[in-house]
């Protein structure tokens, strides 16, 4: 079936570098994507979201990329911080769903 | 302000015994959601509940079960328990479907099943 995925399992980075995690998704019928945050022993925390007729959304450090032509979302995170070190997650939802497809995560360690 | 509460935070089953993992929530959502996740793995929908007395299953609900009598409350219900149980669960919830309000997650319940 469709799914979302992600193309970096584990992405190491200087604190102070910007990070980039990507995410690709395959149901074109997908109009809502929303990246999630989750530290280690917690539950997923909302970051930021964006809608399929944006191509972009700024949030504080952060800005998610949606490109439609080829089913590419990414979150980039400016100055990376060891307290964003954690395991970052892209979810989908179709308008009038009740529920969300969430990806397999890429986990970012942020060295000091 | 408590959010989403889950309990238990860590059980150990033996293989057959049956619980019920608890999860409450004070901020008047109507969806609820149960969620596993595997090591390493993201996270799959066991079931779900847009409403009090309303109940769907997700991707993966064999083996489980839930209920939905209150608006606060969506308890899981593990019914003879098996080792590919073994994971975390997470219930979370939110006021509304998806694509505008946001979910909240619970801090998770870690199951062993031996």
């Known amino acids: 079936g469709e799914n979302v995925g992600l193309h970096l399992p584990t992405l190491s980075v200087q604190e102070g570098d910007n990070s980039i995690i990507n995410c690709a998704y395959s149901n074109s019928a997908s109009d809502y994507f929303i990246w999630y945050k989750q530290e280690s022993g917690k539950g997923p925390q909302f970051i930021i979201d964006?809608?399929?007729?944006?191509d972009k959304r700024q949030g504080q450090r952060v800005t998610v990329l949606l490109n439609k032509t080829v089913k590419h979302l990414s979150l980039q995170i400016a100055a990376t911080q060891p307290g964003d070190s954690a395991v970052y997650f892209c979810a989908e939802n179709i308008k009038g769903y009740s529920t969300l497809t969430f990806g397999k995560g890429t986990m970012l360690l942020v060295s000091p | 302000n408590a959010g989403v509460t889950q309990t238990p935070k860590f059980r150990i089953l033996k293989i057959g015994q049956s619980m019920t993992l608890q999860c409450t929530q004070d901020m008047n959502h109507n969806y609820m959601y149960w969620y596993r996740q595997d090591p390493g793995m993201g996270l799959k929908l066991i079931y779900y509940?847009?409403?009090?007395?309303?109940?769907d299953k997700g991707e993966v609900p064999n083996g489980y079960n839930v209920s939905r009598s209150t608006t606060e409350d969506f308890p899981l219900r593990l019914e003879l328990a098996a080792p590919s149980q073994t994971s975390v669960y997470f219930c979370?919830?939110?006021?509304?479907?998806?694509?505008?309000?946001?979910?909240?997650f619970g801090e998770g319940s870690w199951l062993t099943v031996v």
């Open positions: 979370a919830s939110s006021y509304g479907d998806p694509s505008g309000n946001t979910i909240y």
């Open positions: 509940s847009v409403g009090a007395g309303i109940t």
């Open positions: 964006i809608r399929s007729n944006m």
